[in-house]
């Protein structure tokens, strides 16, 4: 295998960015590898393509449910390079090994809130490929470099054209790609545990719930000053929108206090109709009120208790 060209896997269902990084995998002198879809879109940007089943020497099966499941690819991730028994293992059964794994997966949290989703649509969609490749490569992550977030292909892009990703950046791919597959294996548990067995809403409480969250700013201080705090914002949530979609327009970073403050006047806030404003102090509204306009709300929920 000395000398061999450098390999990337890519198997993709958000095809945003493929090209660009397809493009800048290429002139780095990587091989591309990739399945069904993936390889078609790569295919249409003129970029030379393997397909996995001509790596493995079996066609996809199953409507695509099996196509990266066997050792000519699971080997070739996993190999470690610092061990030679690996690579005379994996160099006596042929196998090359990869050294970028770009996976991300199929759309379950969208299928699941489509109106008028069944139960076999939405099952349909848990990816089984998808998170045995990304758990893979970022198992091995010291020699193969995980992506997971189209968002990243640019600057690992460049990280390969400076000599390759530092240890610390790898580290962080790989935590991105654990916590990315266990938001995913939660939401699947999340959405299955609120079904019967015909995909209808079942009574009582759900046997299991796990909240994935996402760390969106550390905040000032927490509920006292000498404390530290930093605000959570739940992943793949598809309800009512909430404070994480807010922006701070002006003032201070913001404090844990600040934030049950927000809390209570949107609660607040909820439960009027129409243009309406609240005035919180220590997470108790003092004046609520509604209005033709929102200056005209805000001065009348001022007036109740200037």
Request: charged share 25%; glycine share 10%; proline share 5%.
């Amino acid at each position: 295998m000395a000398g061999a060209a450098r390999r990337a896997l890519l198997s993709v269902s958000d095809k945003a960015g493929l090209a660009s990084f397809g493009r800048a995998l290429a002139g780095l002198g990587f091989e591309l590898v990739s399945t069904g879809g993936t390889a078609r879109a790569l295919r249409a940007e003129r970029l030379g393509v393997v397909e996995v089943a001509d790596v493995t020497g079996f066609p996809e099966m199953l409507d695509g449910r099996v196509k990266t499941l066997h050792p000519a690819i699971h080997a070739g991730i996993l190999a470690r390079r610092g061990r030679p028994e690996d690579l005379r293992a994996i160099e006596a059964q042929r196998i090359r090994p990869f050294d970028v794994v770009a996976v991300n997966l199929y759309p379950f949290r969208e299928t699941a809130a489509r109106a008028g989703a069944t139960l076999e649509e939405i099952v349909e969609q848990i990816d089984i490929g998808g998170p045995s490749l990304l758990r893979a490569a970022a198992k091995n992550w010291q020699d193969v470099v995980a992506v997971v977030d189209p968002g990243d292909y640019a600057s690992v892009a460049a990280d390969l054209a400076a000599g390759g990703p530092s240890r610390a950046r790898r580290f962080a791919l790989m935590r991105k790609v654990f916590a990315h597959t266990a938001a995913y294996d939660t939401a699947i548990a999340e959405h299955l545990a609120r079904q019967d067995e015909h995909g209808q809403a079942a009574g009582g409480f759900p046997d299991w719930s796990g909240t994935p969250a996402t760390l969106r700013q550390p905040l000032r201080y927490g509920e006292n000053p000498h404390q530290r705090a930093a605000w959570y914002a739940r992943d793949g949530w598809t309800g009512e929108p909430g404070l994480a979609a807010a922006a701070l327009l002006q003032g201070k970073e913001l404090s844990y206090n600040n934030l049950l403050d927000l809390h209570a006047a949107l609660s607040c806030l909820r439960d009027l109709t129409g243009v309406a404003a609240v005035v919180v102090k220590h997470n108790t509204p003092c004046g609520a009120a509604t209005g033709a306009d929102l200056e005209a709300a805000y001065r009348a929920a001022r007036a109740a208790d200037e």
